[in-house]
């Protein structure tokens, strides 16, 4: 049976979006991970879709912990609330969705106009909920179970609910599976000056007692095991944080992606890399420039909601010792998307 509840949320950008926390059977949904369709990332102007997507979640309220509904695994769409991973899942789905065809307008963004500056984000905002609130109507309802299609394929190791395992949890597991399903690609290596690291992915089964699902069935530890086992001696490229020192970009490099020789775009996907022992990433987040200086959109937990970070990315990082630098995974460009 599906669990549905409703509240409403005063938000500066989405005060017209009805939030919901929906909890689907695991095997209700079924869709191929292969008719997601992508082109070679060439034009950039969409990535402004991306990030205006984003923007529109200011203001959501930050909660860890929403998809430890059950140990029985199943699809949580949550709007009232997101953690930084979930922020970024909600917004990769629904810009997936917002690419097909009979969708496109749903954002009020067309082709020619997602690069300007003049979007209107209330508009934006409107429009992302005729998606998330089709669910109430009969001939628009498919609009809203396409966007779950979405979130499961990219939440899920081949888009396939099969138990917490499944479920992607490291989020170097997240970007392989999703490049595989050829929805991201990652570009850290693109940008000179970056290091890396090898070791070895097993922080979820030395601390399994910091995990509620893993703490009330152990027999689930063998099955995370396994899969930190492909993840044995795993070198990760990082660009260290240094390389986004507080010095100010050239703004005259803006249009081609490139700011003081970081391979970063607005919208990208930013994954910041951490020291501790058997962890890869520990926060997510999409780029944003402002005034030619990174930041972060993200939910953040300090802040205690969806925020545009006023501090720069570097500020943020430079006295966080056990943050070391960032992942930069592009989200690649659509020809079609879920349920064409």
């Given at each position: 049976m599906?669990i ?13 979006l ?8 695991g ?5 191929s991970?292969g008719?997601v369709t ?31 509904v059950s140990v ?9 609330s ?8 909600t917004v ?8 097909s ?5 749903d954002?009020c963004?067309?082709t020619n106009?997602?690069?300007?500056e003049?979007?209107n984000?209330?508009?934006t ?7 998330i609130?089709?669910?109430?109507s009969?001939?628009n309802?498919g ?14 190791r ?5 138990g917490y395992p499944?479920?992607?949890h490291y ?14 690609r ?19 089964t ?6 509620p699902?893993l ?10 095991r396994?899969?930190?086992?492909r993840?044995k ?13 507080d010095?100010?970009?050239?703004t005259?490099?803006v249009?081609?992606?490139?700011r ?14 951490t ?5 890869d990433?520990?926060?997510v987040?999409?780029a ?7 930041h972060?959109?993200?939910a ?17 990082l430079?006295?966080?010792k056990?943050?070391?630098g960032?992942r ?13």
């Amino acid at each position: 049976m599906n669990i549905f509840s409703v509240s409403l949320l005063s938000c500066c950008r989405l005060s017209k979006l009805i939030l919901g926390i929906i909890v689907f059977c695991g095997n209700c949904i079924c869709m191929s991970a292969g008719e997601v369709t992508v082109s070679s990332c060439c034009n950039k102007s969409y990535k402004n879709k991306i990030l205006k997507i984003a923007e529109n979640f200011q203001g959501i309220p930050y909660k860890g912990g929403t998809l430890d509904v059950s140990v029985n695994e199943s699809l949580v769409v949550r709007t009232d609330s997101f953690d930084c991973t979930t922020f970024v899942e909600t917004v990769l789905a629904l810009y997936l969705v917002s690419c097909s065809d009979n969708l496109c307008s749903d954002l009020c963004i067309s082709t020619n106009d997602i690069s300007t500056e003049d979007t209107n984000s209330e508009d934006t905002g409107y429009c992302i909920s005729k998606i998330i609130n089709s669910r109430d109507s009969n001939e628009n309802n498919g609009k809203f179970q396409k966007f779950c299609d979405a979130l499961q394929i990219v939440r899920y190791r081949d888009g396939i609910i099969d138990g917490y395992p499944s479920r992607l949890h490291y989020f170097s597991d997240w970007i392989s599976d999703n490049e595989k399903k050829g929805i991201v690609r990652e570009v850290t290596s693109l940008t000179s000056g970056c290091e890396y690291r090898t070791f070895n992915l097993n922080f979820m089964t030395t601390h399994s007692s910091s995990y509620p699902i893993l703490k009330s069935d152990t027999s689930m530890v063998s099955e995370i095991r396994d899969i930190e086992k492909r993840w044995k001696s795993f070198r990760m490229n990082y660009i260290p944080k240094n390389r986004l020192s507080d010095n100010k970009a050239n703004t005259d490099s803006v249009s081609v992606g490139i700011r003081r020789g970081l391979v970063v775009d607005d919208g990208d996907i930013i994954a910041l890399t951490t020291r501790i022992d058997g962890l890869d990433i520990v926060h997510v987040g999409f780029a944003k420039w402002i005034d030619g200086r990174l930041h972060l959109v993200h939910a953040s937990s300090q802040k205690g909601k969806v925020i545009v970070d006023d501090v720069p990315l570097y500020d943020y990082l430079k006295n966080k010792k056990n943050h070391t630098g960032i992942r930069v995974v592009e989200i690649c460009e659509p020809q079609c998307c879920v349920g064409k």
